[in-house]
């Protein structure tokens, strides 16, 4: 069955440093979403992709962060200059887009730890 | 703004019974709303997507129906069993979630 594949599981960084975090979506999928999960609080929506532009984003998703879908497989998110408090888990999603269904897939998640 | 409610926030049940997850939401001009659940430290894998035309939906032992009038949606789990314990999301569209509902199924 297909899936969306997330790297690395696990990156720790120190503060000030530009990390880029990777996704391969299901590969018939058209949407692409990033989101963030704090431990303990809920999954927060940072930014939908369709189309090769970035189709709606949140106030968290400032000019610190940006997506870019370098090629026809990865979908990557890149935050400039990590703070503590970018320290979560990041889910990748992807949708389809037959018309009827926008069910979303996720990925398992890349664990950001920002010392 | 749209508001993604969960109650409640936990439940524990003995195996074989049946139960109800509540998802409350502010805004009824929703697009679909579907059902995740979450393992711990894992990702979410998806349950269950209604549509903003369809009522219910049903997969297996769990059935969701949406009720967008007065803003809510239920997770209904017939014969709960251990393996069911975890945490249960619903989100409105892409881009609201609830905080979740966790839940452990006692043997």
């Known amino acids: 069955e297909p899936e969306v594949t997330q790297t690395p599981s696990h990156q720790v960084t120190q503060m000030g440093q530009e990390v880029i975090l990777r996704c391969v979506p299901i590969?018939?999928?058209?949407?692409f979403y990033w989101y963030r999960q704090i431990l303990g609080q809920k999954v927060e929506f940072l930014v939908s992709?369709?189309?090769?532009?970035?189709?709606?984003k949140s106030e968290i998703f400032d000019d610190q962060f940006s997506v870019e879908r370098p090629d026809g497989s990865n979908f990557t998110l890149k935050i400039r200059s990590t703070k503590l408090e970018d320290s979560a888990m990041y889910f990748c999603a992807s949708s389809d887009e037959t018309g009827i269904s926008y069910e979303q897939y996720f990925g398992p998640g890349t664990r950001l730890t920002v010392t | 703004k749209q508001e993604v409610t969960q109650i409640p926030a936990a439940l524990s049940v003995p195996e074989g019974e049946n139960l109800v997850l509540n998802c409350s939401f502010t805004?009824?001009?929703?697009?679909?709303l579907q059902w995740f659940r979450q393992d711990p430290g894992k990702g979410l894998t998806s349950l269950l997507l209604?549509?903003?035309?369809?009522r219910e939906q049903t997969s297996g032992r769990l059935n969701a129906s949406l009720d967008k009038s007065s803003g809510r949606s239920t997770l209904y789990i017939a014969a709960s069993q251990p393996g069911d314990s975890a945490t249960y999301l619903c989100a409105v569209g892409a881009m609201r979630f609830g905080a979740g509902t966790r839940l452990t199924v006692k043997p």
């Open positions: 805004d009824s001009a929703i697009y679909n």
């Open positions: 209604i549509q903003s035309s369809q």
């Open positions: 992709f369709y189309n090769n532009e970035i189709s709606e």
């Open positions: 590969s018939n999928h058209l949407y």
